[in-house]
């Protein structure tokens, strides 16, 4: 562990690398290991406190990015968890089982492509058999392909990110609803694109919208239960997403620019919002929608 930890007071401009960056295309899923800068998953600085003691957490793409944050996070606040990710991603997985093993809880993965509703289904069911319950139930699993022009996006593309980022959210979420006991969550991975869309992103920003509906809709209705639903809305993250075709590699090398805070965030700066939504510290808020956008703030 580093001497720093998420509650060193730092200059928020300068405590993660800024552009420019170098190209480095990979073919999409695409590996955190592979990129320069490496991001910061929160590895040698997240320090938990016991946040979601004993809870029982899925969590899809919890390979890279965003959702391995979140996983070291859940780990280290001490909750057990079932990770889904892209059995191409095997290799970023590898690395992060003995870090969230060593913090003392259980890890079950079961990898597998979730735009199938019979395996999103085999999913939940699998998390809740390994870990004996579920209580939080994290969507991040994300596909982002930028086109220049629409009349690009083949019907394929659209269906495969339509799945991949709302049908999914909604397959697992139904799978799950009748496992989970009151003061269970759900969060979902919006982004700032459901509300200030690139031209590039013609499938993927109207999902992330969808996303924003869905996450209030569900919210609403599932309070009667006692159940919770957020969603988080990021805007650019240092995470294989965006070099392995989410962006086109001149946008790479400018990531994070055009923001305030002039940097991409790193995948750790998001993990501390993840804990707060799905621990009880939140109890009051459902249906929201949280920014985590580096100064471009949602309307
Ligand atoms: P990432 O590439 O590290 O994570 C995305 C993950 O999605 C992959 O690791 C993969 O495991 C999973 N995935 C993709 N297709 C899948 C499929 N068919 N079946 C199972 N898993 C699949 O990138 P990330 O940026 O951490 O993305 C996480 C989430 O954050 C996504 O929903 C993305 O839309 C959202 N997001 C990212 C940014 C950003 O700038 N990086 C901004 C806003 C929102
Ligand atoms: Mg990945």
Request: charged share 20%.
């Amino acid at each position: 562990m580093s001497s720093t930890n998420q509650y060193t007071m730092r200059d928020p401009t300068t405590q993660y690398p800024r552009p420019p960056f170098e190209e480095q295309p990979q073919p999409a899923p695409g590996l955190a290991k592979e990129m320069t800068p490496r991001p910061d998953h929160g590895e040698d600085s997240y320090v938990g406190f016991g946040r979601l003691k004993g809870r029982k957490a899925l969590i899809t793409g919890g390979d890279s990015g965003i959702g391995r944050a979140v996983a070291i996070a859940f780990a280290r606040e001490g909750a057990d968890l079932t990770l889904n990710y892209l059995p191409d991603e095997e290799e970023d997985a590898k690395d992060l089982l003995p870090i969230i093993r060593d913090s003392g809880v259980s890890v079950h993965t079961v990898p597998g492509d979730i735009q199938d509703e019979a395996f999103c289904t085999k999913l939940v069911e699998s998390a809740v058999k390994e870990m004996g319950g579920l209580d939080i139930v994290v969507n991040v699993a994300g596909k982002q392909a930028y086109q220049d022009s629409f009349l690009d996006i083949t019907t394929e593309q659209f269906d495969a990110t339509f799945k991949t980022n709302v049908y999914a959210m909604f397959w697992i979420c139904k799978a799950a609803v009748p496992h989970l006991p009151r003061g269970a969550t759900i969060i979902n991975t919006a982004s700032i694109q459901a509300y200030d869309q690139s031209p590039i992103l013609g499938d993927y920003a109207p999902t992330k919208s969808a996303i924003v509906g869905f996450t209030k809709v569900l919210g609403k209705q599932l309070a009667d239960r006692g159940i919770r639903v957020n969603a988080v809305a990021p805007g650019p993250i240092w995470t294989p997403l965006q070099p392995s075709g989410g962006q086109p590699q001149k946008k790479v090398k400018e990531f994070g620019k055009n923001v305030p805070l002039g940097r991409p965030g790193q995948p750790a700066e998001l993990a501390s919002i993840y804990v707060f939504l799905a621990s009880q510290e939140s109890s009051y808020v459902t249906a929201e929608v949280y920014g985590v956008t580096g100064g471009h703030p949602l309307p």
